[in-house]
């Protein structure tokens, strides 16, 4: 799995060309998540991600709460089984982003909710 840094994430937003995936639980995306990102938890991402992640060929980039997480590298390993062809893990993940004083979106639908 590619990883790819908070600096190359702020970069591919400005020119949205990423799409961002909060593998959390929803209660945790829901009290805060990177900006835009949509919440698809590891054990419903092929429930999901052909809903929220239509095109298999976008950047994905996919985090959780810390580099100690799994649920990034449980969720990025079903996406490349679903055919997904570019696929990142931000390793560090919210705890990285918001230590560097950057903000975390409180608001957002419940992507999950069926």
Known sequence: MTPITRTEIRERLAIG???????????????GHLP???????????????????????????YCSSSICQNSAIASEALKDLGYTDVRRYVEGKEDWRSAGLPLEMTGEDTTAA
Not at 19 to 30: F, K, Q, S
């Open 17 to 31: 060309d990423i799409t961002l995936v909060d593998a959390l639980p929803v209660n945790y995306y829901m009290a």
């Open 36 to 62: 835009g990102a949509v919440s698809l938890p590891p054990g419903r991402v092929a429930e999901l991600a052909p809903q929220l992640l239509p095109d298999l060929s976008k950047t994905v980039v996919v």
